[in-house]
């Protein structure tokens, strides 16, 4: 009796054991499942965006280093910050309307203006004003667009390098080409982007956005077709950087001793 007893909680032990085996072969089997279909839907989203926005030679390149670790920080970064100073003076400050933005921004410590060209931070915080609705949905969308498969493969670090050379060269050259005027907005980076990833800059009027563009032309462009090597060890990325300083010395030069503006 006690023998068909022992025998019996041994085939219940032995149940229980095999229910929690297979139990946790399901939830082994559920979760590769999802890691497999996470990279799937995220490989899916890069395919479609490397064939609308990349010439097939480079397509493959994108597809192999294209990842979101780290995520793209900087570019979303940069746009929540210029979307919450438009919001701020749109909303906290007096406005007539949001179509064009008037007093509120002319006289925020950010805009470049040239009779406070002393203030050297706004050579490049006048990137997070934007004139209106308008002028900020268009950087925006462009920045993304193109910052954010830019960031995935490249990361912050390079993106925003280009970025930020793109706004500098942008207020200095306005600061020669049309030195009494004041200027807003992110351009100047959104155009580094463009001239370094297309290195096909659209013919515009506005000083700013022309010199962005260069700025894309050279260190951009440098910096996003190497794709493997260290910037360091790349002479180009030297050359471009020597010809970049080269232009903002002779600006700064201008700004101090022969400005319209002084």
Not at 229 to 238: E, G, M, S, T
């Amino acid at each position: 009796m006690a023998a068909a007893h022992n025998l019996e909680m041994e085939e219940d032990v032995n149940l229980n054991r095999d229910r929690e085996m297979k139990e946790m072969l399901q939830e082994e089997k559920l979760r590769a499942d999802r890691a497999g279909k996470d990279p799937f839907r995220l490989k899916k989203v890069h395919r479609i965006v490397s064939k609308w926005m990349l010439p097939e030679p480079v397509r493959r390149t994108y597809l192999e280093r294209a990842n979101c670790l780290p995520p793209p920080v900087f570019i979303i970064s940069i746009s929540i910050a210029e979307l919450a100073v438009f919001i701020y003076y749109a909303v906290w400050k007096p406005q007539k309307q949001w179509i064009t933005l008037d007093s509120g921004i002319l006289e925020s410590p950010f805009i470049y203006s040239p009779e406070k060209r002393e203030e050297a931070w706004r050579f490049i915080s006048y990137m997070l004003v934007h004139a209106g609705v308008q002028h900020i949905l268009g950087n925006l969308v462009m920045q993304l667009v193109l910052g954010i498969p830019l960031e995935m493969v490249h990361k912050g670090l390079r993106v925003g390098l280009v970025y930020l050379a793109g706004v500098i060269a942008g207020s200095l050259a306005s600061s020669i080409f049309d030195p009494l005027k004041s200027l807003v907005g992110a351009s100047g980076g959104v155009y580094a982007l463009m001239g370094g990833y297309f290195m096909n800059v659209l013919v515009v009027s506005f000083a700013a956005h022309i010199a962005g563009g260069f700025a894309g032309m050279s260190i951009g462009y440098t910096v996003f077709s190497c794709f493997d090597k260290a910037l360091l060890k790349d002479p180009r990325f030297w050359i471009a950087i020597a010809a970049y300083l080269a232009c903002v010395l002779f600006a700064v030069f201008f700004n101090i001793f022969l400005s319209p503006a002084n």
